[in-house]
């Protein structure tokens, strides 16, 4: 079962809301590092595997 797709008419409202998504993932990534001490690497391998399983479900 897959996410529904939305259109947006407006392509400056979706780089906008890619914009704001990029920011809002560093901010969790920047915290998840100061929480648990992971280093560049850790955080970078973490977000590998989640765009692997990204791919597969989605």
């Not at 998504?21 to 977000?47: P, T, W």
Request: aromatic share 12%; charged share 30%; glycine share 6%.
């Amino acid at each position: 079962m897959g996410q529904p797709h939305f259109y947006m008419a407006n392509p400056d409202q979706k780089t906008i809301l890619l914009e704001e998504a990029y920011y809002e993932i560093m901010e969790i990534c920047s915290k998840f590092q100061d929480d648990s001490g992971a280093s560049d690497v850790d955080v970078k391998n973490l977000l590998r595997k989640i765009a692997k399983v990204w791919g597969k479900e989605y």
